[in-house]
């Protein structure tokens, strides 16, 4: 199986920056889409960004401007770079792939354990 693996987390003041990476080890026949996602407390989990293979991207409204996705498809990596942070953006974030562990396997969903964001002073 595929294994998704966060890092970058952590507390920083608004209009700091982060960046977080996501790597994903296990079986692994091939990555389509690899993403980012959100959950603040008492709210549902939504899209941050995502990035297809070939490197198209799409961002929630509220990332426009300050985020930026990429990828390593050599190390099967993602990363989230995101600057001019706000309180608002105080979440769990989680990693997001779209795999096949075995060429015979469908395309299936996998996730991260999640990595706390905190944006405060």
């Known amino acids: 199986q595929v294994q998704l693996v966060e890092s970058g987390g952590g507390l920083v003041q608004p209009g700091g920056s982060l960046r977080l990476s ?12 690899m993403g980012w996602y959100c959950q603040a407390p008492g709210k549902q989990r939504e899209l941050v960004a995502d990035i297809t293979r070939g490197g198209s991207t ?20 993602v990363y989230l770079q995101m600057n001019s942070l706000k309180p608002e953006d105080t979440a769990v974030y989680y990693c997001h792939a779209e795999a096949r562990p075995w060429a015979w396997d469908p395309v299936m969903d996998y996730w991260g354990q999640g990595t706390q964001v905190t944006v405060s002073s």
């Not at 996501?22 to 889409?33: E, L, M, R, T």
């Open 22 to 33: 996501c790597a994903a080890s296990g079986s692994i026949f091939s990555i389509n889409a």
């Open 58 to 77: 799409n961002y929630a409204d509220s990332a426009k401007g300050r985020f930026t996705i990429s990828r390593d498809n050599a190390k099967n990596t």
